[in-house]
């Protein structure tokens, strides 16, 4: 298996500087056509993808979802995961499953877990206990959607519209179950 390429490979190969490469497979800078064209030439054909945490910690923006319910396994959940994957994908989003198998400690785990991944996004179906650590997401301003389950008298959460509009009605068609959002 070959190693992956990176920016200082890029750089070795083009004879040009690191902070050249950079510019130009970010479209920074005034940087030739020539050396520009040599630089994306290599990194196209080397297979070239950038590192999507280094990407995330710069821009904060990664470009991931956690989805955190019961059990993934199950057709109501497994169902709407793919889904959300389905539509999460048409804008350039990923999804982290995660299950916690209704155990409350499991459920706290996943929430910390996701937000040292720094995902841009929480959908979540709610326990009972989890309502502190989802107001936490909530107050450091991180969108949250509550699925399948909401917290009575919460402060209201944020939803970005990104892939909901369609889950929603898909969802919606295929199960007769409770899908609540606050915060719209």
């Known amino acids: 298996m070959m190693k992956k390429i990176s920016i200082k490979d890029i750089a070795k190969l083009t004879d040009t500087s690191i902070t050249t490469v950079s510019f130009v497979l970010n479209g920074k800078g005034r940087i030739s056509k020539e050396i520009s064209k040599k630089i994306l030439d290599v990194a196209q054909k080397n297979g070239y993808e950038p590192n999507r945490m280094a990407v995330g910690l710069r821009t904060g923006v990664s470009k991931v979802i956690g989805l955190i319910v019961e059990s993934i396994g199950g057709p109501f959940f497994g169902e709407m995961a793919k889904v959300i994957e389905e539509e999460a994908e048409k804008d350039g989003y990923r999804i982290i499953y995660c299950s916690t ?13 996701l937000s040292q991944q720094l995902v841009d996004g ?3 179906t709610p326990m009972k206990g989890l309502e502190k650590d989802i107001q936490n997401l909530v107050d450091n301003e ?3 959607v509550l699925i399948d389950g909401y917290f009575p008298g919460q402060a209201s959460l944020t939803c ?10 898909r ?7 409770d899908i609540k959002i606050s915060g719209w």
């Open 101 to 113: 198998n209704n155990n409350l400690q499991k459920g706290k785990d996943m929430i910390r877990m």
């Open 122 to 124: 929480y959908i979540i």
């Open 142 to 144: 991180k969108p949250v």
């Open 160 to 169: 970005w519209l990104i892939i909901m509009q369609a889950l929603i009605t």
């Open 171 to 177: 969802l919606i068609v295929l199960y007769d179950r």
